[in-house]
């Protein structure tokens, strides 16, 4: 499938407006490109040419045609957002990954896939004065990436470092790219952190994890900036700890992560205990049938009980886990991860949902 040829003006699209994410879901896949040998880079765009406005640092929703049910995933855009006519996600080819795997071997150039975006509040702090540390451990590099491309894009005085781990030299994601914008961005300064120099033994710098010995050597201001990071669990909590024992505070880290979690229900006050009630589940596909207390959600208790449900926010954002309820009724208390005419249609967030009757839940 091609871009509505019909459009085309002296070789551009004729500009369609806006993408709507109301009423928009349908992307055309127009470029794979191989970044390293396990990460490849799928870029989208509009089949009718809306162009799309997005902050560095948002991402994307997907359902991919994978067998009779889609499954869905949330990828960060990686592209910079002064390129509005498409936008590119980056995705790390995963050992048993059934995603990332059929993404690599099967979506190819012309293909359509179904999306809802661009979601998400991971951005820069728009302060002129501000002063990042963009921290990125493996494929976490992708928001932060499109924040850079935006701030090169912008032309604007920047004081960013920009910290980059991975396992070896030859899995730093954008690794030319990074070296590129280094040479020209003179408020940007550059670290990379592979664990090993293993294809590389020539290797010039630092091998090994972040420390607080590390980051007090190559971000001596640290206390003074922003810090935005993405990563892996354990390097999300390494990068936590350390920035917090080094005088970062709270409101100055901010952190993404689409690591599929499992909410720790406290319960309701001993007060209120008596009044909760226990409904009956039916998970319709899986023939699975569990008991969800009025005060836990649906995704939790199915988590806690081995039902197959994709999720990944667990808050209500991003929408992963959106089922089709076929019967029941449920009090939903999202973020923004579901529309209206979703709603209206009869689907809902079990991560953010607990019941108010019994349910029979499409999956």
Known sequence: MDIDLATRKSGAVADRGVWDPEHDDTLVCIDVHQETHDVKSFTFASP?????????????????????????????????????????????????????NWLHDNLARGMTVSAQGPLGHFIRPHAVSSKLLLLSGGSGITPVMSILRDLADRC?????????????????????????????????????????????????????????EFLKLAVPDIADRTVMCCGPAPFMAAARSISSALGVSAQNYIEESFDAAVIDESGLPAGEAAASRVWQVEFQKQGRNIEVGSDQTVLSSAKKSGVRLPSSCSNGV??????????????????????????????????????????????
Request: glycine letters at 8%; aromatic letters at 8%; a positive charge.
């Open 48 to 100: 009718h040419g809306r162009r799309f406005d997005f902050e560095g640092g948002q991402y994307f929703l997907f359902d991919f045609p994978m067998g009779s049910d889609a499954e869905a995933r949330c990828y960060s855009i990686s592209s910079s957002p002064h390129r509005s006519n498409a936008f590119s996600v980056t995705v790390k080819r995963v050992a048993n990954g059934r995603v990332s």
């Open 318 to 363: 991003c929408g992963t886990c959106k089922s089709k309820l076929v019967s029941g009724t449920v009090d939903m208390n999202h973020n923004g991860g579901i529309r209206q005419r979703e709603i209206d249609a009869g689907m809902f967030l079990p991560c953010c949902s607990r019941p108010l009757s019994d349910l029979v839940i499409d999956r």
């Open 156 to 212: 604007e005085p920047a004081d960013v470092v920009f910290m980059h781990a991975a396992r070896t030299p030859r899995d730093l994601i954008f690794r030319d790219e990074l070296n590129c914008l280094a040479a020209r961005m003179k408020g940007l300064r550059l670290h990379f952190l592979p664990e090993t120099v293993l294809g590389e033994p020539s290797w010039p710098g630092l091998t090994g994890r972040i420390t607080a």
